[in-house]
């Protein structure tokens, strides 16, 4: 008896891994259905077959405006849409927290922005976030044609609110497209995320 | 909110181009911030003046939640000697700046220093951090009142009666649970004199406090494995505290996940199990452990190097 609850033990240990696993690369990225800004239902497994970058957002965070102000984030979402990728930018900002935005505000907001993504994702209760353990925004991912995750990190190497350090850093999200498209491995699959912290609700 | 102006009122001041890059704050809401696209906007900060009764004086510079002032332990610099001054930053109740490993987010305090030509600043002494529990994220980093030491080197050909006239460009990410960048010029302005320095009165305080929350060397021993998606730790040796409110930070990034560790007591060793973090790469050669303990005024704690011994590792 007791070996066989050892085992018992030991099997439930190993399959509840997975279920509580973080985002893992070279693994399949977790799947999600979420509404979007426009009131459109988007699901991961609706791209099969393309692939797919997942931007965490929050419009009044310092990191998040660095690269939206001066065009970093739309530029790459343009050359993204023009490979065939598609972008999706994720909101997991509670009710009531800084940077929240209800769908009519975030098509204002991406409209203001200008901002070439392919859908806004309003995920206010944090599901998704939590499934990716989105820690910061910008928080940035990857995902190839077959659903699997191959980047995780932050959108560039150089940890900072300053403008002027875009130029001097590596875009990893972009490195990681280039890599993908040309039938290569991504060279640099993860980096440490920098930004401000997702507003997630308790 | 008290100005801060120097006791004495006798003595001059010096207004630099002072700086204060206040991004996004107080934004009403989303919606008036959609309609602004910008980067960033500047908000000019006007400049308060420390006024010494002595000679030294020091510029400080109160932000929306932080006052921030360059500090001298001493009341004039000796030639040839090292000597303390510091970044002294006095935040708003609720709002903090960050340790050299800001935890889930955040960003380090930076200064960029601009001695006279001989003088050489050397890097923060980081006091110990406290965490910050930002919903179900981790922060390390310091509220209240914290002084980031630093030793200066004063060149042994520096002339008593001279003065020393010593920039630093400083910048910080303050937080509460939105954040701003601030960036600083500050001044510190000392004479130099003949030895003995004169301790300055008005810091004798910040400076025996940043020396308590300095990290103490240990002559612990210890070692770090991988087991699974956790890092632990273990420590022996002389004055091993209790567990009980212990916790462990490292400075390095990318090594564990930022959430509490936990710490216990396995007969004479201490262990610190951590979290691995999700972005770990590469097993360094070591880890810079910090570990800290509550005390009756503030925090206390220790620093260990501790070797690591990667079992995932293949074998050689």
Known sequence: MKPRLMILAAALTFFAVPVLAKPVIGQPAPDFSVTDAAGKTQALSAYKGKTVVLEWNNPECPF???????????????????????????????????????????TAYVAQQQSKEAAYLIDTD?????????????????????????????IDSIASTEVDDIPKATQYVRQALTELAAGKPVSVATSEPYGCSVKYGS | MKAFVGSGGRGYGLITGTELTSAMMRMPSSQATAARRQTRHLACVVALLCLAPTAAFAQSLQTDHVRAQLISEHLALVPGQSMQVGLLLQHEPHWHTYWMNPGDSGLPTTIEWNPPRGFKAQDIEWPLPKRFDVGGLYNFGYDDEVLLPVTLAVPADAQPGT?????????????????????????????????????????????????????????????????????????????LPPADGLDAFVTQKKLFDNKPPNIRKDGDALIVDAGKSEYFGTSPATIDLVVTAPAPAGIRGWHVQVPFTDASAPAQ
């Not at chain 1, 660095?66 to 997991?92: F, I, P, R």
Request: charged share 25%; hydrophobic share 40%.
């Open chain 1, 64 to 106: 998040v405006r660095k690269h939206y102000g001066a065009d970093n984030m739309q530029k790459q979402q343009a050359e993204a849409a023009a490979q065939g990728v598609v972008w999706l930018t994720v909101n997991s900002g509670a009710k009531g927290k800084q940077g929240h935005l209800d769908p009519a505000a975030a």
């Open chain 2, 163 to 239: 003065r020393a006239h010593i920039r630093a460009n400083a910048k910080w990410l303050v937080c509460r649970e939105e954040c701003i960048p601030e960036k600083a010029s500050l001044v510190l302005d000392l004479p130099i004199d003949v030895a003995p320095a004169k301790p300055d009165p008005r810091w004798t305080k910040q400076f025996a406090n940043a020396r308590l929350a300095q990290p103490q060397a240990t002559a612990w021993k210890g070692a770090a494995r991988l087991d699974g998606d956790r890092v632990v730790i273990t420590l022996r040796g002389p004055g």
């Open chain 1, 126 to 154: 944090g599901k998704v976030g939590h499934a990716y353990d989105a820690k910061t925004t910008p928080h940035m991912y990857v995902i190839d044609k077959d659903g699997t995750l191959r980047y995780m990190g932050g």
